[in-house]
């Protein structure tokens, strides 16, 4: 079986099938055209650089194409790129599929639906409760299929649902040490803060953001579901309210896109479990790409700090 794409050292020789995740069009300091392109396996992704484009060759090699290519795996100014010898698209006869090629998360789809279907079981109060179970249902394929963004965390296949499942363990644990938390509200703020991303971008594969991702943005579009649910549901009183806050709130401070900031203790709480795990998957991303020893490429997200990976870690 062939080596994955971020399985090759800095040096190494590839020829393998790859999904075209994004590309772009940009112009050369000598006026000619060329585009990079992100390519991904199930390892990862990297950037690789295509030379004096055509408009052919544009159309060509688009998001959700597969591509085999052969080409050399460098460092350049601290951050790995493949340097492209040959690309063709593929073919109906080298039988790749784009699932083969998609990075997913590292439990199913059916154990988040079970564990997120858990913690709604485990919810005392009846409105929150029945709000919660009301938009996991409306939305629920796409909330197990679902990237958490486009960039920088959790950006693979089912990776909403396992972002929720995560932040829902933290929120158990933290709730233990301190118990005057509310986990009911907690626990819905989380399954739903970022529920708005089905809508707010394309798909689970080469995710983009939709006309409403764009003009809307996914913490307005569910604080506008919620309040529909509430209408539907005929459930009225401050949980809504206090619910909607949550989800407001969620990226903490108004230059990170929060319409307004915590001012509720779950809320505070529910910022900083949803800091930490977008955080840590981030890290734990840049550091499989590096040998003990060594630093990681700057992590754009995390102030463009560079990260070590210490030796002496089993």
Request: proline content about 4%; glycine content about 6%.
């Amino acid at each position: 079986m062939a080596k994955e794409l971020l399985h090759h050292e800095v040096g190494e020789h590839v020829d393998l099938f790859l999904l075209i995740k994004s590309a772009t069009k940009g112009i050369a300091s000598n006026g000619k055209p060329f585009l990079t392109v992100i390519l991904q396996d199930r390892s990862g992704d990297i950037e690789a650089k295509l030379w004096d484009t055509s408009d052919e060759q544009v159309k060509l090699y688009q998001p959700e194409t597969i591509v085999r290519v052969a080409g050399e795996i460098h460092n350049y100014r601290g951050r790995l790129q493949l340097k492209i010898k040959q690309i063709r698209p593929s073919n109906p006869q080298d039988g790749v599929h784009v699932s083969d090629l998609l990075e997913t998360a590292p439990i199913s789809k059916e154990e988040i639906a079970e564990k997120v279907t858990q913690y709604i079981f485990e919810m005392k109060n009846p409105n929150l409760q029945r709000i919660t179970r009301h938009l996991l249902k409306k939305y629920q394929t796409a909330f197990l299929e679902f990237p958490a963004a486009t960039k920088n965390h959790h950006e693979f296949v089912s990776g909403l649902g396992y972002h929720v499942v995560s932040m829902l363990d933290l929120a158990k644990a933290i709730a233990t040490q301190y118990p005057s938390l509310d986990k009911d509200l907690l626990y819905s703020g989380i399954i739903l803060h970022d529920l708005g991303k089905v809508i707010e971008l394309s798909g689970p594969v080469s995710a983009t953001y939709t006309i409403e991702g764009n003009l809307i943005g996914h913490i307005s579009i569910i604080v506008n579901e919620i309040g529909k649910a509430a209408d539907e549901l005929g459930i009225k009183g401050e949980e809504i309210v206090v619910l909607q806050h949550l989800v407001l709130s969620h990226h903490g401070k108004l230059e990170w896109g929060s319409p307004k900031q915590p001012m509720i203790k779950e809320a505070e709480i529910l910022h900083l479990i949803d800091n930490i795990d977008a955080k840590m998957n981030m890290l734990d991303r840049a550091l499989k790409r590096v040998k003990p020893g060594e630093f990681t490429e700057r992590i754009f997200a995390l102030d463009n700090r560079s990260f070590y990976k210490p030796t002496f870690h089993p």
